[in-house]
């Protein structure tokens, strides 16, 4: 099992431009979540998607769509992306259902700087 | 709101050094209480967790334990290791809203 995957792994965007981050996981999960990472604000909350077919709002949707492809595939786009959306993204998904699988497993990231 | 207080880091650490970093939580709700460790240039991955009040969560040395009557989940390790240099992020999550709330994590440094 990869677990979950990302790419690209790296990425620079010019102020403007517009770019699709891509999300999988093999482990059959219901849900799946963005979150950004900033220096010394911890995670963040983008959007998420409970199941197959939903998505929604985060503490920081803004600047951001994102697309529940299938169950296994949850891509994030920066439509115009901006200086301020510099940061490290990661995917993570979980299975829901009961206490125990509150757990998240997360991908590796995706470090995207805005120029 | 849920919320997760993490003491401010960096912590800095000789090797086979006691640590302790501190975790607060809200207690609203049964929560399910998690430290995840995030190493250089990688992702967050679970260290261990507990499900509820007076649980021991372990692994790789490193313990918490679920204390309702304080509301922490402190983790704890006897002798730690240049390796366990990272950064450890608290968090909790329950029923009614299964999204897990994180603290802000708190980066350990550990000498030779």
């Known amino acids: 099992n990869a677990g979950v995957t990302q790419t690209p792994k790296f990425q620079v965007l010019k102020t403007g431009q517009s770019m699709t981050l891509q999300c999988a996981q093999d482990?059959?999960?219901?849900?799946m979540y963005w979150y950004r990472q900033d220096p010394g604000m911890g995670l963040r909350l983008i959007y998420y998607?409970?199941?197959?077919?939903?998505?929604d709002k985060g503490e920081v949707p803004n600047g951001y769509n994102v697309s529940r492809l299938n169950k296994r595939e949850f891509s994030l786009r920066l439509e115009s992306a901006a200086p301020s959306q510099t940061s490290v993204y990661f995917c993570?998904?979980?299975?829901?259902?009961?206490?125990?699988?509150?757990?998240?497993?997360f991908g590796p990231g995706t470090r995207l700087t805005v120029t | 709101g849920d919320s997760v207080t993490q003491m401010e880091g960096p912590v800095t650490l000789s090797e086979e050094a006691f640590l302790t970093i501190n975790c607060t939580y809200t207690?609203?709700?049964?929560?399910?209480l998690f430290w995840y460790v995030q190493y250089p240039g990688e992702g967050l991955q679970l260290l261990l967790k507990?499900?509820?009040?007076?649980d021991k969560g372990s692994n790789k040395g490193f313990e918490a334990t679920y204390r309702k009557e304080t509301t922490s989940f402190h983790l704890e390790k006897g002798s730690v290791q240049v390796s366990d240099s990272a950064v450890y992020f608290c968090?909790?999550?329950?029923?009614?809203?299964?999204?897990?709330?994180f603290g802000r994590g708190t980066s350990l440094i550990v000498h030779p």
């Open positions: 993570a998904s979980s299975v829901f259902g009961d206490r125990s699988s509150y757990e998240q497993y």
């Open positions: 998607s409970a199941s197959e077919g939903t998505t």
């Open positions: 482990m059959n999960h219901n849900s």
């Open positions: 507990a499900t509820k009040a007076d």
């Open positions: 968090a909790r999550a329950s029923g009614g809203s299964y999204i897990p709330t």
């Open positions: 207690a609203t709700g049964y929560p399910s």
